[in-house]
């Protein structure tokens, strides 16, 4: 780190020695980018000077210095432009004679090519084409969290929906519970001026006088998710606040 950063702070100091007549308020190092070149050099690009893009190689001197060790080099000079991305990039044998290089990245395309040996000392390149662009770590990072966005937005709408139609049933509800509470207001007050006797209202209010119908398998649910067994009967279903299961009644005499 020491080492680097010595290279890095003497860029400054360095990129005069390239021109005899450097102007120093020419120089632009605001938008200048660093990478590893070797164990020992820098490669340095996006360096202004006079409003022109250039790049130059650093090289560490072996003490406190640093000398530029290729360069400058100007857009019109490079065989490989800066934009090229060859951290992705890959190479594969084909054949004998034959190399696959995959997945360089210009601009915000990518591109594979193949390459024959020509039997010496070269691969001539055979044919180039474009390809899918490689699915980078922050690409994957991007494209999950956007459906973990995605998912949370449709959880909270359907939430919200699920809320507001549990509380349009509770109003339903609440309503029909106090309707047919004013039902039967109405009924014992009626068998009340008929003369009923009190205690008989009471009796029949509370518990039905008889067993009617025992059991539940000769039944059916019309509504809700029912659980059924001969001595038990459960509605799962905690949103279905109307549920319905209908027991068969026989009935001789009204």
């Known amino acids: 780190m020491k080492k680097l950063l010595v290279i890095v702070c003497l860029l400054i100091v360095s990129l005069p020695a390239f021109s005899q007549a450097f102007d120093q308020t020419k120089l632009d190092l605001s938008k200048a980018e660093l990478a590893i070149a ?10 202004l000077y006079d409003r022109q893009v250039l790049s130059v190689l650093l090289k560490w001197d072996g003490g406190t210095g640093a000398v530029i060790y ?29 190399i696959i290089i995959s997945d360089i990245v ?14 010496k000392s070269k691969f001539l390149l055979e044919r180039v084409w474009e390809t899918t662009m490689p699915t980078t770590p922050e690409m994957q990072i991007n494209a999950l969290q956007g459906r973990i966005n995605t998912n949370e937005k449709v959880y909270q709408a359907n939430l919200a929906e699920t809320e507001a139609k549990r509380a349009a049933d509770k109003v339903v509800y609440e309503a029909e519970i106090d309707k047919l509470k004013n039902e039967l207001a109405a009924a014992m007050q009626a068998a009340k001026t008929a003369g009923v006797a009190p205690e008989k209202i009471e009796t029949i209010v509370s518990k039905p006088g008889r067993i009617a119908a025992s059991g539940f398998t000769g ?9 059924v067994t001969s001595s038990r009967l459960s509605q799962t279903d905690q949103s279905a606040y109307f549920a319905k299961y209908m027991v068969p009644l026989s009935q001789s005499s009204p």
């Open 38 to 47: 070797g164990p020992d050099v820098v490669y340095v690009t996006n360096i």
């Open 70 to 98: 290729g360069g400058p080099w100007f857009a019109t000079d490079k065989v490989l432009q800066d934009s090229y991305d060859l951290g992705y990039a890959t190479v594969r044998t084909a054949g004998t004679d034959k």
């Open 106 to 119: 210009i601009g915000a395309r990518a591109y594979t090519g193949t390459a024959v040996f020509d039997g």
């Open 219 to 227: 039944g059916r649910g019309l509504s809700g998710n029912w659980v």
